[in-house]
């Protein structure tokens, strides 16, 4: 896993915090200390929190499961929704949808909604409609597509949600908190780290903050995925030895099944062969007068 340094942390402004009278004294065990009005985050307990994140989104991914990430904040959407793609994971980077975790089945019909508007335009239905009907159909897709599009892929609830900005996205935590799904979130110092599984405190507003920590994320999930294939391909390397194994000993077993038929060696009696009965002789001694 890839660990990032110190001085990676201050150049990319991770231990900048909020103004003091914005805190949430939840966050004190991370503040190291105030300097012109703004809360400074200690970075020791930054690294300590990233790693622990790292390794936790690390065994999501090598379990095949998906990790949903949500930023909808203007800096955070282009990196969040780059680092995502590039590891195949869904994402929101729009507005939340309400109820996309405690009302999953409705948000499928949407997104089935969607997946058959794309269908009718390519199998010719759509050139049969009314323009009146195109018009209504495109804008819905295209609304739909803006808000689905990211987690069409997402069949089932998401194994964790990681979260930009936690009061932004007070919403998403809250519904994830009602299902059990764990949560990992960048915390500021004005968030409530308590809500949050995995907490990583850190600056949430300026993109090199983000896009460090997203970066730490993706390869994590990298690694993850790297070794879930290693693993698959190493269990199929077992199954075809044990194949083989069980074909070497079915022809072995065959062979000695022939050999006890035949004989062990030429000219031996068989094991079914009957012993040859033999009948006894004729006393031809002249009898006493």
Same mark, same amino acid.
Request: glycine share 4%; hydrophobic share 35%.
């Given at each position: 896993?890839?660990?990032?340094?110190?001085?990676?942390?201050?150049?990319?402004?991770?231990?900048?915090?909020?103004?003091?009278?914005?805190?949430?004294?939840?966050?004190?065990?991370?503040?190291?200390?105030?300097?012109?009005?703004?809360?400074?985050?200690?970075?020791?307990?930054?690294?300590?929190?990233?790693?622990?994140?790292?390794?936790?989104?690390?065994?999501?991914?090598?379990?095949?499961?998906?990790?949903?990430?949500?930023?909808?904040?203007?800096?955070?959407?282009?990196?969040?929704?780059?680092?995502?793609?590039?590891?195949?994971?869904?994402?929101?980077?729009?507005?939340?949808?309400?109820?996309?975790?405690?009302?999953?089945?409705?948000?499928?019909?949407?997104?089935?909604?969607?997946?058959?508007?794309?269908?009718?335009?390519?199998?010719?239905?759509?050139?049969?409609?009314?323009?009146?009907?195109?018009?209504?159909?495109?804008?819905?897709?295209?609304?739909?597509?803006?808000?689905?599009?990211?987690?069409?892929?997402?069949?089932?609830?998401?194994?964790?949600?990681?979260?930009?900005?936690?009061?932004?996205?007070?919403?998403?935590?809250?519904?994830?908190?009602?299902?059990?799904?764990?949560?990992?979130?960048?915390?500021?110092?004005?968030?409530?780290?308590?809500?949050?599984?995995?907490?990583?405190?850190?600056?949430?507003?300026?993109?090199?903050?983000?896009?460090?920590?997203?970066?730490?994320? +993706?390869? =994590?999930? &990298? #690694?993850?995925?790297?070794?879930? /294939?290693? !693993?698959?391909?190493?269990?199929? @390397?077992? *199954? +075809?030895? =044990?194949? &083989? #194994?069980?074909?070497?000993?079915? /022809?072995? !077993?065959?062979?000695?099944?022939? @050999?006890? *038929?035949?004989? =062990?060696?030429?000219?031996?009696?068989?094991?079914?062969?009957?012993?040859?009965?033999?009948?006894?002789?004729?006393?031809?001694?002249?009898?006493?007068?």
């Amino acid at each position: 896993m890839s660990s990032v340094s110190q001085q990676d942390l201050l150049d990319a402004g991770v231990h900048f915090g909020h103004l003091k009278r914005k805190w949430n004294p939840k966050m004190a065990p991370y503040i190291f200390m105030e300097r012109n009005g703004i809360h400074i985050i200690d970075l020791n307990k930054t690294s300590a929190k990233l790693e622990e994140a790292a390794a936790a989104i690390k065994q999501i991914a090598k379990s095949g499961k998906k990790v949903l990430f949500v930023a909808t904040k203007k800096q955070a959407k282009e990196i969040v929704s780059t680092a995502a793609r590039s590891v195949n994971m869904p994402f929101i980077t729009e507005r939340w949808p309400g109820g996309c975790l405690t009302n999953f089945a409705t948000q499928r019909k949407s997104v089935k909604k969607m997946t058959g508007f794309e269908k009718m335009m390519t199998d010719g239905t759509f050139e049969n409609i009314s323009k009146k009907e195109k018009l209504q159909i495109t804008r819905q897709k295209a609304k739909m597509e803006k808000l689905l599009g990211s987690i069409a892929d997402l069949t089932r609830l998401p194994a964790a949600l990681f979260i930009i900005d936690t009061v932004k996205e007070h919403i998403a935590v809250s519904e994830a908190r009602k299902l059990n799904i764990p949560t990992l979130a960048i915390c500021d110092t004005n968030t409530d780290p308590s809500q949050i599984d995995f907490p990583i405190p850190a600056n949430d507003d300026a993109t090199k903050s983000i896009s460090l920590i997203m970066n730490v994320m +993706v390869k =994590a999930i &990298e #690694e993850g995925l790297a070794e879930r /294939k290693l !693993d698959k391909e190493s269990e199929r @390397e077992k *199954e +075809v030895a =044990a194949e &083989e #194994e069980s074909a070497d000993r079915k /022809k072995y !077993d065959m062979a000695e099944v022939e @050999e006890d *038929e035949d004989g =062990a060696t030429p000219g031996a009696p068989k094991k079914t062969d009957k012993p040859t009965a033999t009948r006894p002789r004729k006393n031809t001694a002249p009898k006493k007068k």
